[in-house]
Nanobody
């Protein structure tokens, strides 16, 4: 059972990054997929969640309109397209597979946005 995140890096404010998360070892299509982030000195916060039923997504107010989550059940992958990045988006980003009573976490990928 594994979630492998990638795509983080250093980007200037206003730039874009696309994070990916590859899943293996479980029935990916059954799980809602969340993206979370944790900035230095802060707790982990939810960024987005994409449904397992119809693929619709919800977003935190801080990223709404700038971030877009998507999933490809055929490839067991999730993406988070991040546009118009701000320095306050700097954090370690985690993907997570969520089912009632169960949650699987991937390792994080660091996103650093310079001003």
């Amino acid at each position: 059972v594994q979630l492998q995140a990638s795509g983080g890096g250093l980007v200037q404010a206003g730039g874009s990054l696309n994070l990916s998360c590859a899943a293996s070892g479980f029935t990916f299509a059954n799980y809602a997929i969340g993206w979370f982030r944790q900035a230095p000195g802060n707790g982990r916060e939810g960024v987005s969640c994409i449904s397992s039923i119809d693929g619709t997504s919800v977003y935190s107010d801080s990223v709404k309109g700038r971030f877009t989550a998507s999933r490809d059940n055929a490839k067991n992958t999730i993406h988070l397209q991040m546009n118009s990045l701000k320095p306050e988006d700097t954090a370690v980003y985690y993907c997570s597979a969520i089912l009632i009573g169960k949650q699987i976490w991937g390792q994080g990928t660091l996103v650093t946005v310079s001003s």
